[in-house]
């Protein structure tokens, strides 16, 4: 009778559903084994030393702590108690494979026993199998119960400073060549590559703690030099910081016009998005002709003969009139912020860039310009509020 009823609740509800219920209601499944089968089991699993036999070799055995109550805690009272935030979680999988990536945070597999903490948060947001396919807020609950969030390497934030982070090794290059990197070169090289300069850090060995992020960047750094599609330089040599010269379209509004993108990477790239933004006043740049109907061209930022009409303004700047873009550099595009992805990098967002300025379907900035940048805001990652219209530039 009861195997007819299950059946039927199942159907009704859902197999999910109605698996959370039974749960709550201690009516899950009987156990298939007796105690005494799955302490049989255990011990088999374990050896005579106590230790969880692995594939490779053996590690120690480890005591799980999962923070969780104190997670949800956190969070507030009502999201702690909102049976409807744990129903939501349970039917999305999410606190199966967050208590996965806890387990894994505090007892690795042998092959990641050695990792860095910023490579383990690289292992967590890669997509299954390869990973735990997590985003950055489970990223950091799971660092969070497994008591890892006080650690160098963590997920999200980041703003001005250096890309070590404070507290951290600074970049330091060996002025040894990395027989990777150099290979890569010479392979772009062979079929047509290396159309422009390429800083020395960018095939150098790199020691600190920032190995995996650096390495990721370098390899960026080439595969743009060879490219040839926009002009690299690194901020006072600094592999944390760029800048990328993008140019106007043919035919938009921006023909004719250059402008500087500066990006700012921290300890959770490719985790989280680098801090990109235009630069206000580029280095060595003429001042564009404020209030002018005929430029000089003398401004990279400013096509020859273009007009600068009074309704845009009469700060001085060099980034593009856009929309989407205010004068202080900051810039509302989705893929910047929360349409980020690791498998994104430096040449996808400035093809993106190039793409939005030949969409526009006018040449003017913000209409909410002077508010946000009399605001104050210093950093675009900080600014929250963003409210996205890509499609419509």
């Known amino acids: 009778l009861f195997s007819s009823i299950d059946s039927g609740l199942e159907g009704i509800i859902g197999k999910s559903l109605w698996g959370f219920i039974k749960n709550v209601l201690g009516l899950g499944a009987k156990p298939q084994k007796t105690a005494e089968e799955d302490l049989a089991e255990l ?29 949800f805690i956190q969070q507030g009272l009502m999201y702690a108690v909102n049976p409807m935030v744990h129903l939501a979680r349970y039917l999305r999988g999410t ?12 007892d690795p597999p042998k092959w990641a026993a050695d990792y860095k903490m910023e ?21 950091k609950e799971a660092m969070f119960r497994a ?67 650096v390495k990721r960047l370098q390899k960026e750094l080439i595969r743009m030099q060879s490219n040839g599609n926009f002009a690299v330089e690194l901020v006072e040599e600094s592999i944390f910081e760029w800048y990328v010269t993008i ?35 580029v280095p060595g740049w003429a001042a564009p002709e404020v209030g002018t109907k005929s430029a000089s061209g003398e401004c990279p930022s400013q096509a020859k003969g273009g007009a600068w009409p009074e309704s845009w303004g009469m700060r001085k700047h060099h980034c593009p009139i856009h929309p989407h873009i205010y004068t202080n550099g900051h810039i509302c595009l989705s893929i910047i912020y929360d349409d980020w992805s690791p498998a994104l990098g430096v040449e996808a967002v400035c093809h993106s860039m190039v793409s939005m300025l030949s969409s526009a379907k006018e040449k003017n900035p913000p209409a909410d310009n002077e508010m946000h940048v009399d605001s104050g805001a210093t950093s675009a990652r900080k600014v929250t509020g963003w409210d996205f219209h890509d499609n419509e530039a």
């Open 43 to 71: 011990q088999a699993l374990k050896g005579a030393g106590g230790v969880k036999k692995m594939k490779g070799g053996e590690v120690p055995e480890s005591s799980i702590v999962d923070r969780k109550a104190a997670y």
């Open 95 to 106: 606190e199966k494979y967050v208590r996965s990536a806890v387990v894994y945070l505090q």
């Open 119 to 139: 490579q383990h948060i690289e292992v967590l947001g890669k997509p299954y199998p390869e990973g735990f396919g997590l985003t950055k807020a489970r990223i």
């Open 147 to 213: 008591g890892k969030d006080g650690e160098s390497a963590t997920v999200g934030g980041g703003g001005s400073g250096s890309g070590a982070g404070e507290g951290e090794d600074k970049p330091e290059f060996t002025g040894e060549e990395d027989a990777e990197l150099k290979e890569l070169q010479e392979k772009l090289a062979a079929k047509g590559g290396g159309k422009t300069a390429l800083p020395a850090v960018a095939t150098q060995k790199y020691q600190g703690s920032q190995g995996s992020i």
């Open 247 to 281: 140019e106007g379209a043919k035919g938009s509004f921006y023909e004719g016009e250059k402008f500087k993108l500066r990006f700012h990477f921290d300890h959770t790239y490719p985790m989280s998005p680098p801090e990109v933004t235009f630069v206000v006043k």
